[in-house]
T-cell receptor
Framework: RKEVEQDPGPFNVPEGATVAFNCTYS??????FFWYRQDCRKEPKLLMS?????NEDGRFTAQLNRASQYISLLIRDSKLSDSATYLC??????????WGAGTKLIIKP | EAQVTQNPRYLITVTGKKLTVTCSQN?????MSWYRQDPGLGLRQIYY???????DKGDVPEGYKVSRKEKRNFPLILESPSPNQTSLYFC??????????????FGSGTRLTVV
């Protein structure tokens, strides 16, 4: 089993819809979590950290479920500019980051 | 502007010809790291450095070398490139490697093709 696993997608979603995707993690990647966004052929950029109590940043909400070992990202009122690959990241106990392979999201007009 | 600068952006080379990809950051970050990204595999860490003269292997170090003589620079060296090193490479830095919320700043990437 991969340490951080994501559905590669693509998720094709109409503009304005709400979309959610999950990421599962193993014990070795469980110290803390992040969501990064990566546009095609560009560098990843931090979208948000994921806190135990869940956190929200505008249209984006991240949740952590330690019992089931998954984190989620919810995007409300999706925009065309949200089209990207979303990378789930876990931090190991040695502070190294462990990256999921990414979920591709395509927002259609 | 705070940034991580990688060069070159694109490189096509032949098997066995030594090459260096440079990485420089202007944020006085202690931690720097190199990743390669291949389709379906996500980012895999090659080497990282916690500070000057401190480097360590990541998950896929074979065929690569690094050095950290100065805080700002962290070059990636391929002594004898092979076609399986064809990939998209990213350099990243963060203030320090530890810490719950240390986020990474990435360079723009280097697309390497070894023929």
């Amino acid at each position: 089993r991969k340490e951080v696993e994501q559905d590669p997608g693509p998720f094709n979603v109409p503009e304005g819809a709400t979309v959610a995707f999950n990421c599962t993690y193993s014990n070795s990647a469980s110290q803390s979590f992040f969501w990064y966004r990566q546009d095609c052929r560009k560098e990843p950029k931090l979208l948000m950290s994921v806190y135990s109590s869940g956190n929200e940043d505008g249209r984006f909400t991240a949740q952590l479920n330690r019992a089931s070992q998954y984190i989620s990202l919810l995007i409300r009122d999706s925009k065309l500019s949200d089209s990207a690959t979303y990378l789930c990241v876990g931090r190991a106990s040695n502070y190294q980051l462990i990256w999921g392979a990414g979920t591709k999201l395509i927002i259609k007009p | 502007e705070a940034q991580v600068t990688q060069n070159p952006r694109y490189l096509i080379t032949v098997t066995g010809k030594k090459l260096t990809v440079t990485c420089s950051q202007n944020m006085n970050h202690e931690y720097m790291s190199w990743y390669r990204q291949d389709p379906g595999l996500g980012l895999r860490q090659i080497y990282y450095s916690m500070n000057v003269e401190v480097t360590d292997k990541g998950d896929v170090p074979e065929g690569y070398k690094v050095s950290r003589k100065e805080k700002r620079n962290f070059p990636l060296i391929l002594e004898s490139p092979s076609p399986n090193q064809t990939s998209l490479y990213f350099c990243a830095s963060s203030l320090r490697g530890s810490g719950i919320s240390s986020s990474y700043t990435f360079g723009s990437g280097t697309r390497l093709t070894v023929v």
